[in-house]
T-cell receptor
Framework: DAGVTQSPTHLIKTRGQQVTLRCSPK?????VSWYQQALGQGPQFIFQ???????QRGNFPDRFSGHQFPNYSSELNVNALLLGDSALYLC???????????FGEGSRLTVL | QKEVEQNSGPLSVPEGAIASLNCTYS??????FFWYRQYSGKSPELIMF????GDKEDGRFTAQLNKASQYVSLLIRDSQPSDSATYLC????????????FGKGTKLTVNP
């Protein structure tokens, strides 16, 4: 049973560029959430997708956008990258509204 | 601002001892709480969740919830060096929403 998979695992961008991160949820899961984890901090909620719609959004600017596809996979897009966007971006999948999130290994973004 | 607070540590215990990790939360509407373990450079892994006041045991782990005091704890009995990690406490701000608010984590070191 494949868990949550994310790609790419590492990437380096420069300020002002755009980035797309991808996530495939655990088999049987229909909800995908994205979190940003800065060094030494806990994960912070970006947004959540369910049935291809953004269901909830955290306190992140519109530069952060996402999408969920019919197969439940998801993308996170960040435009106009800032140095402060450097972080580990975690995708988590879930099912049934229990709050039990299963995380992928993350995509580590470095913005220079 | 709905927050989850954890003592960032580090917490150091000898092998075989009980490790006690604590967490407080500000949102009285929080319905459920989760403890995640995160090894350095890895993604968070769910250890336990708790919804009701009182204790919940799973092997060497016991989660405790006191909603009146807005306090959550995790006890690890017979601590092992492999338990050395950062432990993240998270609250679910709405029942079934699966939006987790994380603390900054407590770094635990178990010394052989």
């Amino acid at each position: 049973d494949a868990g949550v998979t994310q790609s790419p695992t590492h990437l380096i961008k420069t300020r002002g560029q755009q980035v797309t991160l991808r996530c495939s949820p655990k088999s049987g899961h229909d909800t995908v959430s994205w979190y940003q984890q800065a060094l030494g901090q806990g994960p912070q909620f970006i947004f959540q997708y369910y049935e291809e719609e953004e269901r909830q959004r955290g306190n992140f600017p519109d530069r952060f956008s996402g999408h969920q596809f019919p197969n439940y996979s998801s993308e996170l897009n960040v435009n106009a990258l800032l140095l402060g966007d450097s972080a580990l971006y975690l995708c988590a999948s879930s099912w049934g509204g229990t709050g039990e999130l299963f995380f992928g290994e993350g995509s580590r973004l470095t913005v220079l | 601002q709905k927050e989850v607070e954890q003592n960032s540590g580090p917490l150091s215990v000898p092998e075989g001892a009980i490790a006690s990790l604590n967490c407080t939360y500000s949102d009285r509407g929080s319905q459920s709480f989760f403890w995640y373990r995160q090894y350095s450079g890895k993604s968070p892994e769910l250890i336990m969740f708790i919804y009701s006041n009182g204790d919940k045991e799973d092997g060497r782990f016991t989660a405790q919830l006191n909603k009146a005091s807005q306090y959550v704890s995790l006890l690890i009995r017979d601590s092992q060096p492999s338990d050395s990690a950062t432990y993240l406490c998270a609250g679910c701000t709405q029942g079934g929403s699966e939006k987790l608010v994380f603390g900054k984590g407590t770094k635990l070191t178990v010394n052989p």
